[in-house]
């Protein structure tokens, strides 16, 4: 059944990571330093829904239609952080679209891989940012499997 496959794979886990680079012994060095989007988030099968639950980020979800919408809202810990910052997630299966303050910022697709993407020009560093992440699993749709 294509619920329990959905279920079982579909995952999400997010950090906002800053790097720093240092010069160690004449040489640069990636340091990184991370806060957690781990927690509650909402969750909709559309982005226009009037009608969004409470899911727990990771985890997995309940959806027959093997498409959905997550969203959060989250502040910098330490907007004064320097250097470049990321959007890190360990694993969305299959395909996830990532939108940070109602721009696209991110696309992937493979499941089981952690991909990151670039957000230092796209997070607002001293108020809330509106971070939505548009996953898709086409898998669960075939009927070869």
């Known amino acids: 059944m294509c619920l329990d ?3 079982s794979l579909v995952t999400l886990t997010a950090a906002v990571l800053v790097g720093l680079t240092s010069p160690i012994h004449g040489e640069s060095q990636l340091t990184r330093t991370s806060q957690s989007l781990n927690a509650v988030w909402a969750f909709s099968i559309s ?19 093997a498409r959905g919408w997550y969203r959060r809202r989250f502040r ?9 910052m990321f959007l ?5 299966n299959y ?4 939108f940070l303050n109602q721009r696209q910022v991110g696309y ?3 499941g089981y891989f952690p991909f990151e993407m ?7 560093r001293s108020v809330a940012n509106d971070l939505a992440v548009l996953v898709h699993d086409e898998t669960c749709l075939r009927t070869d499997h």
Do not use: K
Request: no cysteine; proline share 10%; aromatic share 8%.
């Open 5 to 7: 496959r959905v279920a």
């Open 47 to 65: 982005a226009e829904s009037e009608s969004w639950r409470e899911i727990l980020v990771p985890g997995p979800w309940d959806n027959p239609s």
């Open 76 to 84: 910098l810990e330490q907007p004064d952080w320097p250097g470049r």
């Open 88 to 92: 890190r997630f360990e694993q969305i």
């Open 95 to 98: 395909e996830a679209t990532v």
């Open 108 to 110: 992937h697709r493979d």
């Open 118 to 124: 670039e957000i230092t020009n796209t997070v607002i």
